[in-house]
């Protein structure tokens, strides 16, 4: 039995799953928003603790965790992970985990285990190389290429930064016209509050107060098209163009044979969107007359947690966990 964690920049997932990769338990927190990676190592301890007491057993018997965190990883420690209270300098997360669980704890890229747990046992499974492309916040990527994990020299995959206009938006990189800065939800949240101070109208706002948010969540968004919301649906239809571009570029060097789109708006927007992503891509496809197939994630919110517990599987450790 393994546990797997996902660090999200707004919440803690933690599942525990037996050796055939059920969920047997769940349970999911709120992330820190202040104090430091201290008090995140908690909050993952006890969303893996809740997960553990879901499923029946003690997390000191399970034969090890797994935790997909956003920044660099390196032999379990963690730099600079943006979207974290207090998360500038290098903290050993692994280590810390191992002791307050007693259980062997490993650290991979929380984009790169959740592609690795589409491959292994989603939307992916058909393929031998595969694409991830998490929607949400900002723009994450992950690359399966001939059935392994690439990492790069351990950036791989920020397809986010893929540069879709020269001298476009500004970015949270502070670089120019990447791919995040028209496709990513704060990037987007912020181009709304743009357009409303020129006098446009929209509910977006009206339906985040509503429903007691601070920011313009996926589920926001949703609500708002269904709403028939016109400026969210331009906005929207500004992200896909912009996702079109940047993957269809992607898949112009790496021929991968699927293209898994996650992420809080993807798998919130789920089939059409995707669909709709899929032909914005095809006129910036080199080879379009056999594009890539284009699929929702099919793990949904869990992926992440399952792809981390899967860092534990012998045969793939070495690979994703450096
Ligand atoms: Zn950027």
Redesign the pocket.
Known sequence: MYGGIDLGGTKIQAAILDDDHSVLGSARRATPTSGGPADVAVELEAALRDAAMAAEVEPAALDGVGVGSPGTIDAGNVTSARNLPGWEGTFPLASTLQQALGCEVKVGNDVQVATHAEFRLGAGRLYRSLLGVFWGTGVGGGLILDGRPWTGQGAAGEI??IVVEIDGAR???G?RG?M??YAGRGAMEEHVSKLVEKGRKTELFGLMRERERTRLTSGVWARALDHGDKLAAHVLDRAVRALGAGIASAVNVLDVEGVIIGGGLGVRLGHPYAKRIAEEMLPHLFVDFRPPRVHVAALGDLGGAIGAALLLEPEEQSAISR
Do not use: Y
């Open positions: 986010g930064h970015c949270t990189c670089r990447c995040e800065a």
